[in-house]
């Protein structure tokens, strides 16, 4: 194991075991509902939000589960992913994530970041070597370095720490779905049990909707 994914343990560890646990958990433990619930920011779409860390080797173990999921989602489904920057050396990938975002490559890129840090060993939570990887594939260095520290971004990393502080996100990945479950890998046993909950939270959440 590499110092850099050593260090994503600890942080992962530290994070989970620092914050107070969430209200109303199940009777199995699988996921706990917030009481109230929180506000939901895709209108009549039922919000699936995937708090995630591209440090996680477990975020990257659930994403072929996650895409898969995502094609055959219903079409009153809507996902976003919030990079969780909480824990300290965090940051660097959540400046990425939304300096990708803002470039409109996430569909291009988001899963390569996961591939090239964990398998390939690219460090790609430091900025110089993000900043040659993106010109690898395609990317304008100094725009990308012009985004990355850029207030935009800030703003963005600042409301996702808002989002989090409000979910009570204990460690990654976190699934919160329509602002009333949140559930995750820890909870669920695993990231196959993960998906299967949150196809059955979605359901429920749909039905609890007004009509």
């Not at 958990?25 to 509902?33: H, L, N, P, Q």
């Not at 996650?66 to 219903?74: H, I, K, N, Q």
């Not at 602002?179 to 049990?193: D, E, N, P």
Request: charged letters at 25%; aromatic letters at 10%; hydrophobic letters at 40%.
């Amino acid at each position: 194991m590499t110092v850099a994914r050593l260090r994503a343990w600890i942080a992962l560890a530290l994070l989970l075991v620092s914050t107070a646990a969430p209200a109303q958990i199940t009777a199995k433990g699988e996921y706990t509902r917030l009481s109230p619930p929180r506000p939901v920011a895709t209108g009549s779409r039922i919000e699936v939000i995937e708090f995630f860390y591209y440090g996680c080797p477990i975020c990257y173990e659930l994403q072929p589960l996650m895409s898969r999921w995502l094609v055959g989602a219903p079409n009153y489904v809507a996902h976003r992913r919030v990079p969780v920057s909480s824990a300290d050396g965090w940051e660097s990938f959540a400046r990425l994530f939304y300096t990708l975002e803002i470039m409109g490559q996430i569909p291009r890129l988001h899963w390569p970041v996961y591939d090239n840090f964990h398998f390939d060993n690219v460090q790609l939570n430091q900025e110089k070597v993000m900043q040659d990887w993106v010109a690898r594939n395609g990317l304008d260095r100094d725009k990308f370095t012009e985004v990355y520290n850029s207030a935009e971004v800030k703003a963005k990393i600042d409301e996702s720490r808002e989002l989090i502080k409000n979910y009570d996100v204990r460690g990654v990945p976190t699934i919160a779905v329509d602002g009333k479950y949140v559930t995750s890998a820890r909870l669920a046993g695993g990231t196959r049990q993960l998906m299967l909950l949150v196809d059955d939270l979605v359901k429920q959440a749909r039905k609890e909707r007004p009509n």
